[in-house]
């Protein structure tokens, strides 16, 4: 059994920062990758940040230069650094784990998801 626990969301100004954090726990031998989306009311879910357990990282193009995503192997927690918000970033943000048993075998997992609410 895995599971994936948010934190870190709210209620925020324009211009203002959060830090979510996703926390992974339960049967894992090793992390792969973890990642963050985002869904906005009425819109699919989209990729905003991911990382791999060697420190690869990419970005969708509206999360560049203010998101920063990072990886504690050790805790096996992802972090994202939200910075310089905008409304447009308001949306649920979902932690998304991609993990291995150690055995060959893969599996994805998904976090309830936090709601971040920006106003102007």
């Known amino acids: 059994q895995v599971q994936l626990v948010e934190s870190g969301g709210g209620l925020v100004q324009a211009g203002g920062s959060l830090r979510l954090s996703c926390a992974a726990s339960?049967?894992?031998?090793?992390?792969?990758?973890m990642g963050w989306y985002r869904q906005a009311p009425g819109k699919q879910r989209e990729l905003v940040a991911h990382?791999?357990?060697?420190?690869?990282?990419y970005y969708a193009d509206s999360a560049k230069g203010r998101f920063t995503v990072s990886l504690d192997n050790a805790k096996n927690t992802v972090y994202l650094q939200l910075n310089s918000l905008k409304p447009e970033d308001t949306a649920v943000y979902y932690c998304?784990?991609?993990?291995?048993?150690?055995?060959?075998?893969?599996?994805?997992?998904w976090g309830q998801g936090t709601q971040v609410t920006v106003s102007s």
């Open positions: 998304n784990a991609d993990l291995s048993n150690g055995f060959g075998y893969k599996s994805t997992h």
């Open positions: 339960g049967s894992i031998f090793s992390i792969n990758a």
């Open positions: 990382i791999t357990s060697g420190g690869s990282t």
